[in-house]
């Protein structure tokens, strides 16, 4: 019986083995945000960096504050209005959302109740097809002014692009503007097809924002205080792809040769993307528009 226990545990450890190598690879953990932090771009405006969803902003005018996009949970919301407090401590009396993604707008539910809410109609409406529990209160369709108790913010729609809504604010004083998601930088856009946006109109964006006069800094929900030069540079990028793409689908490729040709092969074990890529999305409008 002792004779037998040694090539049962062989069997047993080999079995393992064996199982171990058809075993589907895991998938890797989705990335733990970082701790949230506050960025005094000058004057009122302040940027609100990482924590659970995208980058927000605030600004402290003469009797409240205006925040710009909600974060993406009721916590993170909390979390944001913490901060705000470090700064201040007048009420939050207005929200202006960029544009109706989750990580933009979900925390809503966290901030205090009688603060006005303010988007684009199209955000609003886009919100209310997703069922988003608190919708804005005054919309508004290609640009207005917002008086901030201090400094007057100018509202520009420049949807359709990431979303069919897109709004970006600019605050003169501090020669800046918080522009949302019209401004990946290290990762292609991402264009929401379902909500009505557009390669070309994201394209397009870009270079009304570029050629704002009187901006020097532009915030972005998913990445550093940018320059004009950073934009530049992400246009140039874009352009490149969409030339690209432009000269496959002119040679008869269909979208999967496309994707073979342009997009690296995915990591083993990495899920799917919910949405197109850049550069599909650049080959189903070219098609759309045949």
Do not use: C
């Not at 545990?9 to 970082?34: C, F, K, W």
């Not at 302040?46 to 980058?55: M, P, Q």
């Not at 913010?153 to 004083?173: E, M, V, W, Y």
Request: overall charge negative; cysteine-free.
């Amino acid at each position: 019986m002792i004779e037998i226990l040694p090539a049962i545990l062989v069997l047993l450890l080999s079995t393992a083995a064996a199982g171990g190598q058809n075993a589907p690879t895991p998938r890797p953990a989705p990335p733990q945000p970082g701790p949230m932090t506050v960025e005094h771009i000058g004057g009122g405006l302040y940027f609100v960096k990482a924590g659970t969803g995208a980058h927000a902003a605030f600004y402290v005018g003469e009797k409240g504050v205006t925040a710009i996009d909600a974060k993406m949970t009721a916590e993170a919301a909390r979390e944001m209005l913490a901060k705000i407090t470090d700064v201040s401590d007048k009420p939050v009396a207005a929200m202006i959302l960029t544009h109706s993604d989750g990580d933009h707008v979900n925390g809503l539910v966290g901030f205090p109740p009688g603060m006005k809410i303010i988007s684009s109609e199209n955000t609003k409406k886009e919100m209310a097809e997703a069922a988003v529990p608190l919708l804005p209160d005054q919309t508004y369709s290609g640009s207005m002014t917002f008086d901030a108790d201090g400094e007057i913010l100018t509202l520009r729609q420049l949807g359709p692009a990431h979303t069919s809504g897109d709004t970006i604010i600019i605050f003169p004083k501090e020669k800046a503007a918080f522009v949302g998601d019209l401004a990946f930088i290290g990762r292609d856009p991402l264009i929401h097809r379902a909500k009505g946006g557009t390669v070309f109109g994201y394209l397009a964006a870009l270079r009304t924002m570029i050629g704002l006069e009187g901006v020097d800094v532009y915030l972005s929900g998913h990445a550093d205080a940018l320059s004009k030069d950073d934009l530049r540079a992400l246009l140039a990028s874009l352009e490149e792809k969409v030339g690209k793409v432009k000269e496959l689908f002119a040679a008869g490729k269909t979208l999967e040769e496309v994707k073979a040709a342009l997009l690296p092969a995915p990591a083993p074990g990495t899920p799917s993307s919910r949405w197109p890529s850049f550069i599909e999305n650049i080959y189903l409008e070219l098609a759309e528009k045949k």
